[in-house]
Each structure stands twice: as structure tokens, then as C-alpha cells.
């Protein structure tokens, strides 16, 4: 009777079995890893044996080539001794509250690399090492979505200056001036002066000599002034614009309005008219069926798709 339930037992759950051993290996692995680094070393030389030593250990392939990667940036100098100490200093952190080399240092270290080839200075990758400083301590325990969103957010920012980027849209701005913040346990990153693009394949809304300030985790822009013209309706750009103040865009979506915006059309009205105005991406190209941007007058009730270019 207990030969026979034996046997039952292991036939059933061989399957079981098997992914139980798997299972095991991979605990086996990090629960190693933790004991070998409870901190990297801080030298520059025995800190990327220790980093190595971390990402390789599991084999997993991803982690092995972003590795001979960074290794290669950093023995080719194109990762210097000011960019290392901060590494340092982020990794340990990390390691300290058990982030694994996958997905957490290996979107890390993507995002290092991004960096380096877009260009960034020393004073940009210290500021942007410094949000990450401190957004790790500050999450929940165990939670580490914040940080995998700034990582996200990163990446795309360092290769494209995007904000927000999917696979139907993409907001991003034209500028490499730019200040990164930590305030109230939020990162921002503040523009001085830029253009501001909303795109898709078949159109592109533009926000020009706007400035603002953008909370990547709450994925909200928050300007301080823009014009905006109606270039893609047909209108002459120097001749039919509005421009505003304070606005807000939530970049997850592909339209925004500004509620008090001054509207200017020097053929039809003499002073500048005080409305609103929307603006969305649209699918279509031609400017003759182009109902945006839209301004509402709060004067006379006039909108712009009522007015049609003189030709």
C-alpha cells in the first residue's frame, strides 16, 4: 500500500517536480548573491568584478551582454572615474534593499548607457544619480514600481528626450538645457525654455517657447507659458496663434486644453481675443479637414474651426 502510493505520488507530480528543482535553483542563486554582496566594493577596479560577479552569476543572457557593454564603456573611458563613484554609491543602495540584477540593474545600467551615448555631462548624470538616491529609501518595502517608472521614464528621456513614449504616441521636448529636481518625494525635471512635441505617425501638435516643470511618476507637464499657431490647418504661423500662461498636460493622453489662452488673427479682429483653446493629435494629414487646434471665444462665441483660411 505505501509502495503503491509512492509510485502515484511521483508520477503525478513530476512536472511539479521539476519546476520545484527550477525554482529552487533560482532561489539558490539570488540567496547567494545576497550572501556574497551585501555591499560592492568601492574601489573602482574590485567594484566592477563585485557588479560582474552579480549580474553574471545567473547566466541569463540579457544581463551577460549589458554587461560586457558596460564593462567596455567603462575600460574605454567613455564611463569616468566621476560617473563611477555615483554608481557606486546607487548600486550599494540597491543591494541593500535586495533589487536583483533582473529587471532592476539591468534597466539601471541600460539607462547608464543611454546616457553616455546621448551626451549627457557630469552635472546631468549627478543630478539624475541623485533622484535615484533618493526615491529607493523612500519606497515601501518591497515596492519598487517607482523606481522601475523613473527607469522607464529615463531611458527614453536620455535617447529621444521623450517624456512619455508608447507604441500609439510620444510627447517630448527640444531641449538639452534642463535641471533635474527631488521635491516632496517627487522627481521633476525642470525646462527653462523649450519646445514641447505631441506626436503620432500622421500628425505632430507643437507647443513652441514654452517652459515647465515634468513629474514623470504622475506623468503630468505643468507650463508656464507657449503659442500655439494653426500652421497645421493652413494658417500662416506669424499671423494666426494664441499664447497662454499656466497649463497643464497629462502626457498620458493625446489632447489637452488651456483655459485662458489670447488669440490672435490680425485679418478678422484688431486685439487679440480671450478664450479657450484645445489641441489633440489627430489621425488625418490634410489641412483642409484639420479641426485642430479649436479656440472658443468667451466673447463672442466664435470658434476657429469656424473661420477658413483666405486663399
Known amino acids: 500500500m505505501a509502495g503503491h502510493l509512492i509510485s502515484t505520488r511521483v508520477n503525478l507530480n513530476e512536472p511539479m517536480r521539476k519546476l520545484f528543482i527550477v525554482i529552487v535553483c533560482l532561489l539558490s542563486v539570488a540567496f547567494v548573491n545576497a550572501q556574497q554582496f551585501a555591499q560592492f566594493d568601492t574601489e573602482h577596479g574590485k567594484f566592477m568584478k563585485d557588479l560582474e560577479q552579480y549580474m553574471t552569476t545567473g547566466k541569463m543572457e540579457a544581463n551577460v551582454k549589458l554587461m560586457d557593454q558596460f564593462s567596455k564603456m567603462v575600460k574605454d573611458g567613455k564611463i569616468n572615474s566621476a560617473w563611477l563613484d555615483k554608481i557606486v554609491v546607487t548600486t550599494n543602495i540597491m543591494i541593500g534593499k535586495s533589487m536583483s540584477p533582473y529587471p532592476y540593474f539591468n534597466n539601471y545600467l541600460t539607462t547608464i548607457i543611454n546616457a553616455v551615448n546621448s551626451g549627457k555631462t557630469d552635472a546631468q548624470f549627478a543630478e539624475w544619480s541623485d533622484i535615484i538616491d533618493n526615491i529607493i529609501p523612500n519606497q515601501k518595502k518591497g515596492d519598487n514600481s517607482d523606481f522601475s517608472r523613473f527607469m522607464e521614464f529615463s531611458k527614453d528621456f536620455f535617447l529621444d528626450k521623450a517624456l512619455n513614449t508608447t507604441p500609439a ?62 500652421s497645421r490647418a493652413g494658417f500662416d504661423p506669424n499671423k494666426v496663434f494664441c499664447t497662454f500662461k499656466d497649463y497643464t498636460i497629462n502626457t498620458s493622453n493625446f489632447n489637452y486644453t488651456v483655459d485662458t489662452v489670447y488669440f490672435s488673427y490680425p485679418e478678422y479682429f484688431k486685439q487679440p481675443l480671450q ?34 483660411p483666405k486663399t
Open 169 to 230: 504616441k510620444t510627447w517630448k521636448v527640444e531641449t538639452d538645457s534642463y535641471k533635474f529636481n527631488y521635491e516632496d518625494n517627487k522627481p521633476s525635471v525642470t525646462f527653462p525654455t523649450t519646445t514641447l512635441l505631441g506626436c503620432i505617425k500622421t500628425d505632430t501638435l507643437t507647443i513652441k517657447q514654452t517652459a515647465g516643470t515634468y513629474y514623470p511618476l504622475e506623468t503630468k507637464w505643468m507650463g508656464k507659458s507657449g503659442r500655439v499657431d494653426w
Open 275 to 308: 478664450g479657450k483653446m484645445q489641441d489633440k493629435m489627430v489621425s488625418s494629414t490634410d489641412s483642409n479637414s484639420m479641426t485642430y487646434p479649436r479656440f472658443e471665444s468667451y466673447a463672442v462665441g466664435m470658434t476657429m474651426k469656424d473661420i477658413a
